[in-house]
């Protein structure tokens, strides 16, 4: 900033920056062009914004890429030669058994006593959505052994015909008898699938 300058602004802030008293001032330090100075005089071309224009690309810069594009197709044959790329090997999914074990005991158990057929197929299949919903993952179905029936257990195998379907809906990923058989057993172990990250 020149001695004319200096005198023209009245106050100067810190490194001798002017501080503006109007718009005046302001627009009169912005409307000064200056010429940005290099020793290429084809460099020196500056646009109306007062911005310097660039030619097409330099000799230095054009080589520079030339050598890049040398070293890209270079890696990239040696990539070829060394052979096939690795892949990554996807991790088989988990056994059945291998996640059961991992399931929590018996979380909630639904006693199905009392019930006719009918109204304890609709009644397993409502206690097995509204657990899932409520993000149990070990169940226990009791349908008793019919002792006290005429005609013989009745609910062991519907209970069971209603776990066969609701695994093929994906929503129970295993099931077992109480003492492994369903004649000795009054009651069933229900897994249901919580998870599909293990798929």
């Known amino acids: 900033m020149g001695n004319k300058e200096k005198k023209y602004f009245k106050k100067l802030k810190k490194n001798n920056l002017p501080v503006f008293d109007s718009d005046h001032d302001f627009l009169k330090v912005f409307e000064k062009k200056e010429e940005i100075k290099t020793d290429n005089p084809k460099k020196n071309q500056i646009n109306k914004h007062g911005v310097q ?12 890429e030339n050598i890049i594009k040398e070293d890209f197709t270079q890696l990239l044959e040696e990539s070829f030669k060394n052979g096939k790329t690795t892949s990554v090997k996807k991790t088989p999914p988990m056994s059945v058994k291998k996640r059961i074990k991992r399931y ?21 299949e409502s206690f097995i959505h509204s657990c899932k919903h409520q993000g149990f993952f070990t169940l226990r179905i009791i349908v008793g052994k019919g002792l006290h029936s005429d005609t013989g257990p009745v609910l062991p195998d519907i209970v069971e015909d209603v776990l066969q379907e609701m695994k093929k809906q994906n929503l129970v990923i295993w099931y077992e008898w109480d003492k492994k058989k369903k004649s000795k057993s009054g009651a069933v172990i229900v897994y249901l699938k919580q998870f599909e990250r293990f798929e």
């Open 104 to 124: 929590p005991g018996v979380e909630v158990e639904l006693d199905l006593h009392g019930y006719n057929a009918i109204g304890a197929q609709v009644k397993a």
């Open 53 to 64: 224009v660039l030619d097409d690309l330099s000799e230095d810069q054009s080589s520079r």
